[in-house]
């Protein structure tokens, strides 16, 4: 059983950055990918990124050279550092937890990014 708990999500004006944390409880982090997904009003949930153990990463195309994910696996936590924002990165920011091995697959409540002027 694993449990996500997001934060940092706000308003800030296009062009402005936002920090996003996941902290997680549960047995065995680091079998676990991490990853942050999104959903905007009217739209599927859609990748950002992903980060495994080792700190190999993939990012949706949308937020490459933007967006940074980083996991301290001693902490149980997952960030997410978004900078040039723009508007249409508003939504709600999910965490994500995929086992290796087992099908367990494990999301948190979400927090609201709003980019606008």
């Known amino acids: 059983q694993v449990q996500l708990v997001e934060s940092g999500g706000g308003l800030v004006q296009p062009g402005g950055s936002l920090r996003l944390s996941c902290a997680a409880s549960?047995?065995?982090?680091?079998?676990?990918?991490m990853g942050w997904y999104r959903q905007a009003p009217g739209k599927q949930r859609e990748l950002v990124a992903t980060?495994?153990?080792?700190?190999?990463?993939n990012y949706a195309d949308s937020v490459k050279g933007r967006f940074t994910i980083s996991r301290d696996n001693a902490k149980k936590t997952v960030s997410l550092q978004m900078n040039s924002l723009k508007p249409e990165d508003t939504a709600v920011y999910y965490c994500?937890?995929?086992?290796?091995?087992?099908?367990?697959?494990?999301w948190g409540q979400g927090t609201q990014v709003t980019v606008s002027s």
């Open positions: 994500n937890a995929d086992h290796r091995w087992q099908v367990l697959h494990y």
């Open positions: 549960g047995n065995r982090f680091t079998l676990y990918i």
């Open positions: 980060i495994t153990s080792d700190g190999s990463t």
